[in-house]
């Protein structure tokens, strides 16, 4: 899954620096773009770095301060500074002191434990009715934000994905689309979508065809056909061995596998090589309490290993920490309906890599965005 920054240890020698300095780089990111839980630091496009990396720093230091880089070779010759551009200082790059980059003046986003998000929804895909138009979606299952925040939807009852480009008005099919079925060009209700970035492929969970394929634009390649799926591997039940309905897994750094047990109202998380499970949200029953969880739906988990639950029956999104006796609702859970804070059976879940949270609204046929709040 994506990470807001990548926080480094720094031998600053690339940038001619002599000293070293615990600070964050900026990939890609834009000038002046939030990098740190500090709102005074924003990131700083680096003169010369590989990948257009930057640097996050205190954007508030006196211009006076600054002096220009050498015009011939953006170097600095004052010591423990770099190159960088700062146009609300100067259109031309100045040397920036590093000591204006470390972390214990801009810690990283990732410090930041109790995210929020704003509570309406803002309709980025869909919305329109159920119906198979290029503007309109029938229950959307399983969505996957991209780098360039496109979204891919399992466009269940259509059988079909289809991509939304940010802030288009409609989408376009990129698999299926061609009618329920078992034909190499058909799916049959796609339950999950996958992005493979390194090769542009597509890789769906071809729910009803219990099959696992792959788009390359117009070649399809099943990768695995006659699924059955039993977790556990000890028959359905409600014991920490088995399982009742998997309706969603994910599988973190460690290779622990998280299940969404839907039946039994519960995730649980499977060690590698364990014999059993245990029970990381819900699990006293089906209900609409802080303990529990009433079907659950997708599961995602962040890099502070911390528990995003559709919870479908209870129209919201919450959050669990592992070892907690109840989770927190993120958004959502003001009853059943079609508002921009109400959801109607949701299933899917994806984050952008801002942190912005997206919801698949099953029976409200819409992908609901809501913002994360800084």
Not at 29 to 35: A, F, H, I, L, V
Not at 87 to 108: F, G
Not at 331 to 339: D, H, P, S
């Amino acid at each position: 899954m994506n990470t807001i920054n990548i926080c480094c240890y720094v031998v600053f020698i690339i940038f001619n620096i002599t000293v070293q300095i615990k600070s964050q780089i900026c990939e890609k990111k834009p000038q002046y773009s939030e990098c740190s839980t500090n709102s005074a630091c924003g990131c700083f496009c680096v003169i010369g770095a590989h990948n257009d990396a930057g640097i996050c720093g205190f954007r508030w230091l006196a211009c006076s301060r600054l002096v220009l880089c050498n015009s011939s070779n953006n170097l600095c010759s004052q010591p423990n500074t770099t190159c960088v551009q700062h146009p609300e200082c100067n259109d031309l790059p100045v040397c920036y002191p590093v000591t204006m980059t470390d972390q214990s003046i801009c810690p990283p986003m990732k410090n930041k434990t109790n995210l929020e998000w704003k509570q309406n929804g803002i309709t980025m895909a869909g919305g329109n009715g159920p119906g198979k138009e290029l503007n309109q979606l029938n229950r959307p299952r399983g969505i996957l934000v991209d780098e360039k925040k496109n979204i891919f939807i399992a466009d269940s009852n259509n059988h079909r994905i289809v991509e939304w480009k940010y802030n288009a008005k409609e989408g376009q099919i990129t698999a299926g689309g061609n009618g329920a079925g078992n034909q190499m060009d058909q799916l049959n209700y796609p339950s999950v979508v996958i992005v493979d970035q390194q090769n542009q492929s597509i890789i769906i969970a071809d729910n009803r065809n219990r099959r696992v394929i792959q788009w390359v634009n117009q070649t399809q390649q099943i990768l695995i056909h006659n699924i059955d799926c039993y977790a556990g591997g000890n028959g359905k039940g409600d014991q920490l061995n088995q399982f009742s309905s998997s309706t969603s897994i994910f599988v973190d750094e460690d290779q622990s596998v998280y299940v969404s047990d839907s039946d039994n109202n519960r995730v649980v998380k499977w060690r590698k090589d364990a014999k059993e499970g245990t029970v990381v949200a819900g699990g006293n029953g089906y209900g609409e309490n802080l303990n529990q969880l009433s079907e659950p739906a997708r599961v995602i988990i962040d890099y502070l290993g911390q528990i995003y639950v559709v919870d479908h029956g209870n129209d919201r999104v919450m959050r669990w920490c592992e070892g907690k006796e109840e989770g927190e609702i993120v958004v959502g859970g003001n009853g059943q309906g079609n508002q921009s804070n109400q959801f109607f059976l949701p299933m899917g879940l994806s984050f952008d890599d801002e942190r912005n949270l997206y919801v698949a609204d099953h029976y409200n046929h819409r992908i609901q965005k809501f913002e994360i709040i800084l």
